[in-house]
């Protein structure tokens, strides 16, 4: 029997482990049933490696390290300028998530030398503490990054993954498409820098981590194509399982866009192929089957801690669209691309961080004419319609083509209320367009380059116009590089470890004025060796109202410290004030305030003496020790 190889060339028999349906040569609906050959490599049957086998895997990893120093370096060409002053700096257009991600990383480590629970603690928002797995967990990144963390800083960590995260998402998505969904290696690089470098990656680079470490979804994405041909669901289930507990500690909000992008190609191949569908149903459940009882057993502690731990939320802040892109975002440019700039995206997505669409109208054409041209294809049919939806989720419960939003309902309206989906912040669907975008033009290109093979005397120029086509249309996406701005630097006190001698072990140290961030920062700076008041979290609005919200409601000496270093009150204080100070240090389980350099230095040293006595300078601060009050 004679079959296509993912290169248009016939081989004279099926590859024992051809490339994966839902990029694969030819009509997805020609997936052979379980292959009774011997299982080797698809890449092997290629004929551009009939080489000798050791020339044939020197040049393979030659050119693999080759592509990896070129994601590597776009990477960096992104997060360059916080790279140029790693403790200076901060990169992009979010500073206080940046400061959250990096007290989150700091934690991990602390967690890993400590051994306390990664879920949750209590070094942030103390006494309270804080829900991690209602927050960003990043455990899987943060334990892998707590030498670095520990040796070089959060600030380190967090600029490290930042750059990695965009790098190995670009080169997982070159390796399994080169090896496993397409067989052709300029498919890889072209679906490789378009999910790794496409708006929604970049823009989330201004201070979300866990939604650009996709270097595991490509792998994701693969295992479950294969389980529709499983041949041993036991085997099957396990990796899969193993992966999606991997991408659970990594993020979980990553892992359910997955989800939902494979639920919505299940569903567009039920409908186009229904009694396809049907027919390899039971391999797939085998195999999700083995999978899903690996992944509770594995997640079942952290998921009760998410949906019924300890200051654990429901829902997200405010209402679900306020967080929704606009139809014109899908041909516009992002504010951090060639072809954009600071008003090109504006009214058309939540903030800078959340531009997940924006692929231009070059971008949008040319994959309408390839979905055209391989309309005949069940893998690329399946592809637009997923691509169709998402993206038509992103844009929430109206229709609206730009700023101004429209009276015209959009079907998530019906999804609006469901939980967890009532959690999600809305753009990211175009998250899931992303992928199916960059799967389409892969598979354009491996069509092309394959029909090039066949016919040798309109290669060049057919390869020409594909190359030109690709230039043409990614080349205004492509990213410029993040903006950086200076941090506030956190005292030689913290810095240098001398709180140790004021502060025991999850014991609190309140910097004055009591301020989210400033906690943040400088618990971050102490590798969260003590807690610290408030914070930047969501949680939930009462001890008896699960619903999510920014943050806690200040305690009333921080309202007053603030009013003060803002200069809308005198520093005076009477009888109540400074009981309730008292009682305030107390509740926070406090060890020493801090008092930094501040504008109004001065009145607030003023108010803390009246409440606590004189303060002690030590190094760059002003220290008071509360340890009598509050032991």
């Known amino acids: 029997m004679t079959t296509a190889h993912p290169t248009g060339k016939p ?25 009774q050959v011997p299982r080797t490599p698809a890449v092997t049957a290629d004929p551009r490696t009939t080489a000798a086998p050791g020339r044939r895997w020197s040049g393979r990893r030659l050119v693999d390290l080759i592509v990896g120093v070129a994601f590597l370096a776009g990477a960096l060409w992104v997060t360059g300028r916080g790279w140029l002053d790693v403790d200076g700096r901060l990169l992009g257009s979010r500073p206080d998530d940046q400061g959250f991600n990096e007290w989150m990383l700091a934690y991990a480590a602390h967690a890993v030398t400590n051994l306390e629970n990664p ?139 997955v989800a939902l992008g494979a639920l919505m190609a299940t569903v567009a191949h039920l409908a186009l192929r229904p009694r396809e569908t049907v027919r390899l149903a039971p391999r797939a459940l085998g195999a999700l089957a083995v999978a899903g009882g690996l992944v509770l057993l594995v997640t079942a502690y952290p998921l009760w801690m998410q949906f019924a731990g300890p200051q ?30 600071p008003e090109s995206a504006q009214g058309l997505a939540p903030n800078t961080t959340e531009q997940a669409s924006f692929f231009g109208w070059p971008v949008v054409v040319l994959v309408a004419a390839a979905v055209l041209g391989l309309r005949r294809e069940l893998a690329v049919r399946v592809l637009a319609l997923v691509a169709l939806v998402s993206g038509v989720f992103s844009l929430g419960s109206t229709l609206s083509w730009g700023p101004e939003k429209s009276d015209v309902p959009a079907p998530f309206a019906l999804l609006h209320d469901l939980p967890i989906v009532d959690a999600m912040v809305i753009a990211r669907f175009a998250l899931i367009t992303t992928v199916a975008l960059g799967l389409l033009l892969a598979l354009a290109v491996a069509r092309l380059d394959g029909l090039a093979a066949r016919t040798p005397r309109v290669a060049a120029p057919l390869r020409l116009l594909t190359a030109a086509a690709l230039v043409g249309a990614l080349l205004p996406m492509l990213p410029t590089p993040l903006p950086a701005k200076g941090r506030v630097p956190v005292p030689a006190f913290v810095t240098s470890g001398e709180w140790r001698g004021y502060v025991a072990d999850g014991r609190t140290l309140v910097p004055v004025p009591v301020h989210n961030m400033t906690s943040i920062n400088w618990g971050s700076a102490a590798l969260t060796g003590f807690a610290v008041p408030q914070g930047y979290f969501l949680g939930p609005t009462s001890p008896t109202d699960d619903t999510g919200r920014w943050g806690t409601p200040p305690r009333p000496t921080a309202l007053l410290l603030t009013a003060i270093g803002a200069g809308t009150r005198p520093p005076t204080v009477s009888a109540a004030e400074r009981d309730q100070a008292l009682a305030d240090v107390r509740w926070w389980r406090a060890d020493a305030v801090v008092l930094p350099r501040h504008a109004h230095e001065a009145e607030l040293k003023a108010f803390l003496d009246a409440c606590f006595g004189p303060g002690r300078r030590v190094r760059d601060v002003w220290l008071w020790d509360v340890r009598p009050v509050t032991r």
């Open 119 to 257: 879920f949750f603690t209590t070094l942030q928002n103390a006494p309270d503490g804080v829900n991690l797995m209602s927050n960003v967990g990043m455990q899987l990144p943060g334990i892998l990054l707590t030498p670095v963390t520990l040796l070089g800083g959060a600030p380190l960590s967090y600029l490290l993954l930042i750059t990695l995260n965009l790098a190995g998402t670009a080169f997982a998505w070159y390796w399994v498409l080169d090896r496993h969904l397409t067989g052709n290696r300029a498919a890889a690089v072209v679906g490789g820098l378009f999910c790794g470098f496409a708006p929604a990656m970049v823009t989330h680079s201004n201070g979300h981590p866990h939604i650009t470490a996709q270097w595991l979804v490509p792998f994701l994405v693969w295992r479950i194509v294969r389980m529709t041909r499983s041949v041993a669901p036991v085997r099957d289930g396990l990796i899969l399982g193993a992966l999606v507990a991997a991408q659970f500690f990594i993020s979980v909000e990553i892992l359910f866009l």
């Open 312 to 341: 654990h939320r429901i829902g997200h802040p405010g209402d679900p669209d306020v967080y929704t892109l606009r139809v014109r975002s899908f041909v516009a440019y992002a504010t951090e691309s060639i072809g954009g700039g």
């Open 11 to 35: 081989t004279s028999s099926p590859p024992a482990d051809p490339p994966e349906a839902v990029v694969g040569s030819g009509d997805a609906s020609s997936v052979p049933p379980a292959p």
